[in-house]
């Protein structure tokens, strides 16, 4: 006889919270991007608190950008803010085996693809006047609607200062976004604006989900 699994019962409460701010919105959605379909709700709170407990620290959910962003606030008001994202339809639970998982919405993962292109054209930009160094390995892999939004702002841009970047990301990428980064690298060197008709295709943007 086949035993049933018993899965761990998600019970979803925003407390008191009517309504959070675009900026808790998006610092909420960048925590959830460390563990989708590897995390739950609890170590989203963690993450948000600051904890320096073991999961936390061994998964380097310290090195997220939005860790302690709610370090003065309990835990249980930090759930709250989870919950409402939850309910509200930005963030969703599904069950892995057992376990519940957190996972994008599509309304959710609209707002996080931008936050997390923001935060990478920043660091390029930080690389391109010579502020800080940019190991540009770090965008392969990365998800591809989020390089395609990336690429699609540096172009927008104009400024020829992303070339020598673009130059070496485009050494270590693959074929599909290499393509990209030349056409880039040819519109801020040509110092043209880009086409309309060169924006995200409908070939990007269903490799990109897929």
């Known amino acids: 006889m086949t035993r049933k699994v018993q899965r761990v019962r998600v019970r979803l409460d925003a407390g008191g919270v009517r309504s959070l701010t675009p900026e808790e919105i998006r610092a909420i959605l960048r925590g ?3 563990m989708i379909m590897r995390g739950g709700r609890t170590l989203l709170m963690k993450l948000l608190k600051g904890s320096r407990s073991k999961d936390v620290v061994a998964k380097s959910l310290d090195q997220c950008p939005v860790y302690g962003y709610y370090k003065y606030r309990s835990n249980d008001e930090i759930m709250d803010r989870i919950d409402w994202l939850i309910l509200n339809g930005y963030l969703a639970v599904e069950y892995d085996y057992r376990l519940p998982l957190l996972v994008y919405t599509e309304r959710g993962w609209a707002i996080e693809r931008e936050t997390y292109a923001d935060e990478l054209l920043r660091k ?5 006047d010579g502020i800080s160094f940019f190991d540009v390995s770090q965008l392969k892999d990365r998800h591809r609607e989020v390089i395609w939004r ?3 702002k540096i172009e927008e841009s104009g400024d020829a200062k992303y070339v020598p970047l673009l130059e070496a990301w485009e050494r270590i990428d693959y074929k599909k976004v290499r393509q990209r980064i030349r056409g880039v690298i040819g519109r801020l060197s040509a110092g043209s604006p880009p086409n309309a008709k060169d924006g995200p295709s409908d ?4 490799e990109a989900r897929g």
Request: proline fraction near 0%; avoid cysteine.
């Open 32 to 34: 959830a991007d460390e």
């Open 124 to 128: 390029l930009d930080e690389a391109g």
């Open 150 to 152: 990336v690429l699609d």
């Open 203 to 206: 070939e990007r943007s269903l």
